[in-house]
């Protein structure tokens, strides 16, 4: 597969990972999840790459679901059939992540929002610019965080905190994302490429071996239960897809207004 929408670049033993569409703040489409797949799938692959960060080109590290493009969907009269028929596909990438043995670094360079927020919590650790924020906005559409959200931020912050940021939808600064243990650490802005790349030759310095196992072995801490979760988030966003309230929070958002939400 050709990526156009991510970049994968190795340099010595660290491989990169680049969501590159920084004129939609790298938000996320079929496509976009289908070439993050692929380039998990050669980092696995990858003889000479033994740890990866993930990354965002631009300003920002993923802005979540690219509603632009479902925004200029439905002003054509359009849907979004293909996440609507077809959810499984897009969660190709998520699926991967819980079977790789080499470990992957989220450096998040920005605003992570929605998906883009789930993207940084699959990762194994994550290091945030001082400028990055944080938030499962999912709920202001009436939705569920179907990419892994729901299962892995609960593990992270615990009970009480994750249903506060799903159930309100409230954005939050990367100091406090390090205080409640949603990341490792936040560094100066201009400094963050250089500390992703340290952490990661510091791990490619160790056995590898040893780095690969304790990797499989984290992994299985959480992929039979995740991957079974996931099925059943995908459900529940299937039915939401349907509603009544998402419907009216995109037809909201490209009438440039508030939403009337009724509850169906």
């Known amino acids: 597969m050709n990526l156009e929408h991510v970049l994968y670049e190795t340099d010595g033993p660290v491989a990169t990972i680049t969501l590159n569409r920084p004129d939609r703040l790298n938000a996320l489409t079929g496509q976009t999840m289908e070439e993050i797949g692929e380039a998990l799938a050669r980092f696995q692959t990858d003889d000479s790459a033994s740890v990866a960060i993930l990354t965002g080109a631009g300003r920002g590290f993923c802005s979540g679901g690219d509603r632009k493009a479902t925004a200029e969907r439905m002003a054509k009269g359009g849907q979004d059939r293909a996440r609507r028929s077809a959810p499984r596909p897009f969660y190709r990438a998520q699926q991967l992540f819980t079977t790789l043995d080499k470990p992957v670094i989220a450096a998040v360079n920005g605003p992570a929002m929605g998906g883009g927020m789930d993207l940084a919590l699959w990762c194994d650790i994550r290091l945030a610019s001082d400028r990055a924020t944080f938030g499962e906005m999912y709920i202001e559409r009436g939705l569920v965080p179907d990419m892994g959200g729901l299962y892995l931020l609960p593990r992270l912050v615990g009970y009480a905190k994750a249903a506060e940021l799903l159930l309100t939808g409230d954005i939050i600064d990367a100091q406090t994302a390090k205080e409640?243990?949603?990341?490792?650490?936040?560094?100066?802005?201009?400094?963050?490429?250089?500390?992703?790349?340290?952490?990661?030759?510091?791990?490619a310095a160790k056995p590898g071996h040893g780095v690969r196992a304790t990797k499989r072995a984290l992994a299985r801490l959480m992929a039979p239960e995740w991957e079974r979760e996931s099925d059943y988030h995908a459900a529940l966003q299937t039915e939401l897809l349907e509603s009544r309230d998402f419907r009216e929070a995109d037809r909201a958002f490209v009438e440039k207004r508030s939403p009337d939400f009724t509850g169906h």
């Open 180 to 203: 409640i243990g949603l990341v490792n650490h936040v560094v100066p802005h201009d400094e963050l490429p250089e500390a992703a790349r340290a952490m990661a030759l510091k791990i």
